[in-house]
């Protein structure tokens, strides 16, 4: 009965789609344990190419279950928009149970969202605006929303009102900005529910019977380690737990059932947001390696900020993480460069340190140190096995395994889910 958890190593954006979409077709049942539609995959398939942002990845494969876990904050809206725009493509989501725990980003998550952001000034963290951090903050502050009470209209109108009056105190006196008016918003929430209510239902039985049957789990990450509130770059953090542990919690299963944890990292570095970035190349580089991978948001659209491949980042994620195997991603994009830098260690204040810093102050004055690879300048698209990889690809894939300390089980060499290269190290 594998479980097998899917994780972003780096700063999000890693290809985990992909890879999760891959690996889904052979799972029966595919988990979105944390974050919400804050969250962008991208997966190519013979269906198309298709941006999802809330309904797991395996929704392509028929047999596959899709739960949205307890961890996960959910906008209603957006999840409905999300199934309609599959449904219309021809994709069935019969197989779709949202957990009734699982907590409801309300319209006003999104008015905070952005009246923080623009608090923060030149502190802004450049949030994606969805409502994510209020939505994480009203449920550790107690005062959430949960798909559950959508199934008890009156008690969701009288927790959404009690909440809002709270919340119209802030908004009064901290903002000095509108009103915000609950019975619309409960109104409005409620004309969804024809069409959710049957996807709503207790996850625990799914995965009870599910690891019962020895069928096979995925939990699906979103974001990336880096990104993770309690060990990423913070506070230039999304506020969900991004990692190994942060998904078995979110998706309700315990350590024990874990089988294999894969990290996903992009064969190079990208971020979108504010916060350090050690590696970061700002020259006519990042611009290629930005045109050629076509490095902007899936969610915002914003350009991403690249770099060379931050080896110090990706050991701080091997150990909070764990992982048995690697999935390289976008190996492709760096083909036809005459050289490739990979970041080995940092220097602080003239000092080598080989450790990735808590403080983010400490984080953005860190330079690195690079080591740097020929490139193989020659096109890896069409490899189907390890050994159709140019041999410098293959060091260079060797050289990021010896450093993490994990053999790549996974190799993507381009958009599509077929070019993906298995090298036989997955458990
Ligand atoms: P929030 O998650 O919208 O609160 O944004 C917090 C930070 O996380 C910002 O820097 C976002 O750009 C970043 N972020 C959130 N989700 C993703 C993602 O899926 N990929 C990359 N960055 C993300």
Known sequence: MPV??????????????????????????????????????TVVNSRGKFALHLVPAGIFNEGTQCLIGPGVALNPEVLLGEIDALI?????????????????????????????????????????GRGIGPTYSDKVARSGVQAGDLLRPERFREKVRAIVERKNVLMERIYGAERIDADEIVDRYLTLTDRLVPFIAQSEPVLEKALRDGRTIMLEGAHGTLLDLDHGTFPYVTTSSCTVGGLLNGAGIGPRHLTTAIGVFKAYQT?????????????????HIRQRGQEFGTTTGRPRRCGWFDMVAARHSMLVNGFHALAITRLDILDDLDEIEVCMGYELDGQRIDYFPSDVEELGRCTPVYEALPGWKAP????????????????????????????????????EREKTLFTGALP
């Open 88 to 128: 219309e493509r021809g994709v069935t989501i019969d197989n779709l149970v949202i957990s009734t725990r699982a907590h409801l980003v309300m319209p006003y998550h999104r008015l905070f969202d952005n009246l923080e952001e623009q608090e923060r000034g030149a502190g802004a963290i450049g949030t994606t």
């Open 4 to 41: 097998i958890a899917v994780v972003g190593g780096q700063w999000g954006d890693e290809g985990k789609g992909k890879i999760i979409d891959l690996l889904a077709g052979r799972s029966h049942v595919v988990v979105r344990a944390q974050g919400g539609d804050n969250a962008g995959h």
């Open 380 to 415: 890896t698209g069409n490899a189907v096995e390890w050994k159709d990889l140019p041999s410098r690809a293959q060091d260079y894939v060797r050289l990021l395994e010896d450093a993490i300390g994990v053999p790549a089980g996974l190799i993507g060499v381009g958009q």
């Open 271 to 287: 971020r979108v947001g504010a916060g350090p970035m050690p590696s970061e190349l700002l020259d006519e580089m990042s611009e």
